[in-house]
């Protein structure tokens, strides 16, 4: 599966961002698909999660009551709700997708084989 992100921005801090990512091929019904960030000179990280088959997404603990993961899979896209952003949110959003993922790996960058190639969200304070 192919992806590709959009939706970045700049945004003050307290605003909102919805990032979409937008999957062809076939597989992306069937995949888990996730949403990692990496702020400037630090390592990507985790932020939300969606499996295949469930419903219950899962969040970072500084994602957790801002940030909403969803998915429409008659238009193969996911999404990423950001409210009440923190200038600590700043970084590239990249999306995620594979069809191998168990529970415990969720969290994990190196589990997820398709990647998008990012986009920017700033908050500014």
């Known amino acids: 599966v192919q992806l590709q992100a959009s939706g970045g921005g700049l945004v003050q801090a307290g605003g909102s961002l919805t990032l979409s990512c937008a999957a062809s091929?076939?597989?992306?019904?069937?995949?888990?698909v996730a949403w990692f960030r990496q702020a400037p000179d630090k390592d990507r990280e985790f932020v939300a999660a969606?499996?295949?088959?469930?419903?219950?997404?899962y969040y970072s603990a500084s994602a957790k009551g801002r940030f909403t993961i969803s998915r429409d899979n008659a238009k193969n896209t996911l999404y990423l709700r950001m409210n009440a952003l923190k200038p600590e949110d700043t970084g590239v959003y990249f999306c995620a997708a594979d069809r191998s993922i168990i529970t415990g790996r969720i969290r994990e960058q190196h589990a997820y084989g398709n990647w998008g190639q990012g986009t920017q969200v700033t908050v500014s304070s």
């Open positions: 091929g076939s597989t992306f019904r069937a995949s888990t």
């Open positions: 969606l499996k295949y088959g469930n419903s219950n997404p």
